[in-house]
């Protein structure tokens, strides 16, 4: 079945440690997109990738880093430098841009240590 | 940033009874999606909106998108319990911009 996998579901960090959550995809979407979800305030963007070997930020990217080698893929990296990183990230992809359907995974729990 | 309001945050209702969420946005979008989340689980795309005024139906679920294209509603006629889960709207404009939720619970 198509979709897209995310990894680990629940991930715990130490305090200056970065973490990579892992996003892939087997749709052939061009888009995809990593969203930020805390209680109570829905979904913010992190980042979106409209091709491969290009991303944008989105409104809450301070501390976080992606890369978009292949269509597949594009992870996650939570760094140091992010001061409140207990969330629940969600990735997405679509056809391509913005306004076509978003699909989502199953998400990764992020706790700190 | 642009934010997209959304209320109520919580309802209540008893299995039967009606359910409306309402988006509302300062500015102009270009569309509308609308999401459902289950408890548990991840959001799953319903709908988008596109035109102003458009009206969409599915079964008992109805779409609006103000003519203005500043907000949008979602009514859900006679809930069941499988109506339960938290409705996202998430409105476009350079980005998407998600409203924060109205969770939904029904009483049988």
């Known amino acids: 079945d198509g979709g897209i996998t995310q990894s680990p579901k629940y991930l715990f960090r130490k305090e200056g440690q970065n973490v990579t959550l892992s996003c892939e995809q087997n749709?052939?979407?061009?888009?995809m997109y990593w969203y930020r979800q805390d209680p109570g305030q829905g979904l913010r963007l992190i980042y979106y990738s409209q091709i491969v070997n290009d991303f944008q930020k989105g409104d809450i990217a301070e501390g976080y880093s992606v890369s978009r080698e292949k269509k597949e893929s594009f992870p996650l990296t939570v760094t140091s430098a992010q001061k409140n990183p207990t969330a629940f990230y969600l990735c997405a992809s679509s056809i391509y841009r913005f306004n076509q359907p978003q699909h989502f995974g199953d998400g990764t729990r992020l706790s700190i240590l | 940033g642009q934010q997209v309001m959304q209320i109520p945050q919580y309802q209540h209702v008893q299995e039967g009874e009606d359910f409306t969420t309402y988006c509302n946005s300062s500015?102009?979008?270009?569309?509308i999606q609308w999401y459902k989340q289950r408890p548990g689980g991840h959001p799953v795309f319903l709908i988008q909106l596109v035109k102003s005024g458009e009206v969409k139906k599915q079964k008992r679920l109805t779409f609006q998108f103000g003519e203005a294209k500043k907000n949008s509603s979602l009514h859900i006629t006679a809930t069941q319990t499988t109506d339960v889960g938290t409705y996202f709207c998430a409105g476009l404009r350079n980005q998407f911009y998600f409203g924060t939720g109205t969770s939904l619970t029904v009483i049988p």
């Open positions: 749709l052939n979407h061009d888009a």
């Open positions: 500015t102009t979008l270009s569309n």
